[in-house]
């Protein structure tokens, strides 16, 4: 068994969706479980259903919510011969499923009603992708992953319950009809044990795949995306960006943590544990070779590259002149993790705390206000933070010349330096 995560940008248009059973009319011999993402910008339209309802403006909710009808019912016309009339069928059991709840008014915390209407998108697009791949021989069996993957009620980033969830899928392939290779099923979703729709977080598809390949043993997963593979800098910002065929999982993790948009590391660990190599491939280009991600040492990496520009400085100092010690310390960590902040870089000294942070206006302001119990607190805006791993003097001196840097941390493997812009 293998398994394959298309991501939104792989079924945005009907060319992209032809393109992908293009890439599985290859492996129609193969066990394969399939992870689809919701199409194109679907999930960011349901948010702003979502948003609508929850202010109290069904009517808009309603309208919004009709025009990803239409959009899909549409797909589905274009897509489809034989088989539209039970995939309209079974899309307008999904569209009830939202439209019920946009008629009623809001009695629960904004997070339950995100899960319940943005989980849409990914059913959505699973049942036309199930559809087109049957009615093009492509043979598959369609899985609600709600009925698979249990969590708890953490509401937008739900944890999972994996004996119960691999009790569920264990039942689900017994089932499931032993003549079809490929299953069809959505990605970033599941279920509480009331099944109460839930979303799973950052980078969710992903991560149902790498759930879906540890429970099953799987001999790899395959996330398919609209570039070559990983490369060491971003190409709109780095025209010259250059493929890195071979990785391993910590350092992933590592480019991952420094804000490299790539695998996010909740991702990793299910593979890790099994050693289950992960391959980043190209669906325009099939052939292309892409990124191998395993457990194993790789040596010769070049430069990795990555910029987060929007940055802030929080510069905390001890109003007493007392040194930062553990207790200090202690209470910035806490703050951090009650308002849910991930420093980019922390720097202290004798009596001073530097943090710098992506610059979201409310959640600094409250950390302003909370730290300034203890601290003497300044914030400086309008910076741009540079990482770079296996760097080297020319890397370092290119991207660094002519820039004002006002904080850098080096060490042997990694170079982070705050500019100001």
Same mark, same amino acid.
């Given at each position: 068994m293998q398994v394959f995560k298309f +991501?939104?940008?792989?079924?945005?248009?009907?060319?992209?969706?032809?393109?992908?059973?293009?890439?599985?009319? +290859?492996?129609?011999?193969?066990?394969?479980?399939?992870?689809?993402?919701?199409? +194109?910008?679907?999930?960011?339209?349901?948010?702003?259903?979502?948003?609508?309802?929850?202010?109290?403006?069904?009517?808009?909710?309603?309208a919004l919510f009709e025009q990803i009808k239409n959009q899909h019912l549409t797909t589905a016309k274009y897509l489809l011969v034989k088989n539209y009339l039970a995939c309209e069928s079974q899309l307008r059991d999904i569209f009830t499923e939202a439209e019920w709840l946009l008629h009623d008014k809001p009695v629960r915390i904004f997070d339950y009603y995100y899960d319940q209407i943005v989980c849409i998108g990914e059913l959505l697009s699973t049942i036309i992708m199930s559809h087109y791949l049957n009615e093009e021989g492509i043979s598959n069996a369609w899985l609600d992953v709600r009925d698979i993957i249990r969590t708890d009620d953490n509401f937008r980033d739900a944890n999972i319950d994996w004996s119960q969830t691999a009790k569920n899928l264990e039942m689900a392939l017994?089932?499931?009809?032993?003549?079809?290779?490929?299953?069809i099923t959505q990605g970033f979703i599941g279920a509480t044990a009331e099944n109460?729709?839930?979303?799973? +977080?950052?980078?969710?598809?992903?991560?149902?795949a790498a759930v879906f390949a540890n429970l099953l043993g799987a001999g790899s997963v395959s996330i398919w995306k609209d570039v070559e593979g990983v490369m060491n800098a971003d190409p709109r910002q780095f025209p010259d960006a250059k493929l890195i065929g071979e990785l391993n999982y910590d350092e992933v993790i590592e480019m991952a943590y420094y804000g490299a948009q790539v695998i996010h590391p909740k991702t990793i660990k299910p593979l890790q544990n099994k050693s289950i190599p992960l391959y980043v491939k190209c669906f325009l280009n099939a052939s292309l070779p892409g990124t191998v991600i395993h457990n194993r040492p790789v040596k010769a990496l070049p430069p990795i590259i990555v910029i987060k520009e929007k940055q802030a400085l929080v510069h905390l100092h001890t109003q007493d002149f007392s040194f930062i010690g553990e207790k200090p310390i202690s209470d910035v960590y806490q703050i951090l993790a009650q308002l849910h902040i991930k420093p980019n870089l922390i720097q202290t000294g004798a009596v001073s705390l530097t943090l710098c942070l992506d610059d979201h206006a409310e959640k600094i302001d409250l950390l302003a206000a909370q730290a300034a119990a203890n601290f003497d607190v300044t914030v400086e805006k309008g910076l741009e933070l540079l990482s770079i791993r296996h760097y080297n003097g020319d890397v370092l001196e290119r991207l660094s010349e002519g820039k004002k840097v006002i904080l850098k941390q080096q060490s042997e493997e990694t170079v982070q330096m705050v500019f100001r812009t």
């Open positions: +991501g939104g940008a792989s079924v945005n248009s009907l060319e992209r969706i032809k393109t992908v059973s293009d890439i599985l009319r +290859g492996f129609q011999k193969e066990k394969l479980l399939i992870v689809i993402s919701a199409m +194109g910008k679907t999930t960011n339209a349901l948010e702003k259903v979502a948003d609508a309802f929850f202010s109290g403006d069904n009517q808009s909710a309603l017994f089932t499931t009809d032993q003549s079809v290779n490929h299953i109460e729709s839930v979303t799973l +977080g950052r980078e969710g598809s992903d991560y149902t």
